[in-house]
C-alpha cells in the first residue's frame, strides 16, 4: 500500500528564518510528487511536480527537491503569508488517476 | 475563467437526509474527482471520472454516489447522510490522469 509520511506535523518560523518540510513516501511505482499549498477555509492550491529523484523546482521563496525516498520543501526567508498547511501527494503507476496524501505540515511565520 | 466551482459552501443535513454537491469546471478537463478531508487525515477520493458519462469507485466511496452526465459538471449524491459524513469535500479536475489535479474550494458538510 502506498504511504506518505510529512514531517513535521506543525512548525513555527521567525519571519526570515529558512527551514525544510519533509515528505518522506513508500510506493511502488512512482509517477509524479505534488506539492501543494491550503490556507484556512480554501481548497489546496498546487505549486510543484516532480517526477524523477533530482530534480529541483523553485518559485519565489520555495524550493521543492526529490530523492528516491522523499522530497523536501526548502523555505528561505519565510514572510507570515507564507503561513499554511503545506501537503504532500504522490502519484503511482499501479494506479494514475489517484493523488495519496500526506498528513500535511501546519507551517506558521511570525512576524 | 473560474477554475473549479463548488456549491454550496456549507451546509447541515440532519441524519436520513439526501443532498447533492455540484462541482463545476471550465478548463475543458477530462478527469474529475471528489475528496474528503478530515481532520488528522489526508485527503481520501471518494470517486472519479475519467470522462463525461463515466463514473469509478476510489479508495472509501461507500454512501455515495456520482454522476458526469456533462463534461464540465460532476455531481456527489448523498442518498441517507450519517453522521460519519461530515467532513469537507473537495472537488478536482486535471486535463489528464498523469497532469496537476485543480481544486475547488470545498463544500463543508455537517450531518446531525
Known amino acids: 500500500e502506498d504511504q506518505v509520511t510529512q514531517s513535521p506535523e506543525a512548525l513555527r518560523l521567525q519571519e526570515g528564518e529558512s527551514s525544510s518540510l519533509n515528505c518522506s513516501y513508500t510506493?511502488?511505482?512512482?509517477?509524479?510528487l505534488f506539492w501543494y499549498r491550503q490556507d484556512p477555509g480554501k481548497g489546496p492550491e498546487f505549486l510543484f511536480t516532480?517526477?524523477?529523484a533530482g530534480e529541483e523546482k523553485e518559485k519565489e521563496r520555495l524550493k521543492a527537491t526529490l530523492t528516491k525516498k522523499e522530497s523536501f520543501l526548502h523555505i528561505t526567508a519565510p514572510k507570515p503569508e507564507d503561513s499554511a498547511t503545506y501537503l504532500c501527494?504522490?502519484?503511482?503507476?499501479?494506479?494514475?488517476?489517484?493523488?495519496?496524501f500526506g498528513k500535511g505540515t501546519l507551517l506558521t511565520v511570525n512576524p | 475563467n473560474a477554475g473549479v466551482t463548488q456549491t454550496p459552501k456549507f451546509r447541515v443535513l440532519k441524519t436520513g437526509q439526501s443532498m447533492t454537491l455540484l462541482c463545476a469546471q471550465d478548463?475543458?478537463?477530462?478527469?474529475m474527482y471528489w475528496y474528503r478531508q478530515d481532520p488528522g487525515m489526508g485527503l481520501r477520493l471518494i470517486h472519479y471520472?475519467?470522462?463525461?458519462?463515466?463514473?469509478a469507485k476510489g479508495e472509501v466511496p461507500d454512501g455515495y454516489n456520482v454522476s458526469r452526465l456533462k463534461k464540465q459538471n460532476f455531481l456527489l449524491g448523498l442518498e441517507s447522510a450519517a453522521p460519519s459524513q461530515t467532513s469537507v469535500y473537495f472537488c478536482?479536475?486535471?486535463?489528464?490522469?498523469?497532469?496537476?489535479?485543480?481544486f475547488g474550494p470545498g463544500t463543508r458538510l455537517l450531518v446531525l
Open positions: 478536482a479536475s486535471s486535463r489528464s490522469e498523469q497532469e496537476t489535479q485543480y
Open positions: 478548463m475543458n478537463h477530462e478527469y
Open positions: 501527494a504522490v502519484q503511482t503507476g499501479r494506479s494514475n488517476y489517484k493523488l495519496t
Open positions: 510506493v511502488s511505482g512512482l509517477r509524479g
Open positions: 471520472s475519467v470522462g463525461e458519462g463515466t463514473t
Open positions: 516532480l517526477y524523477s
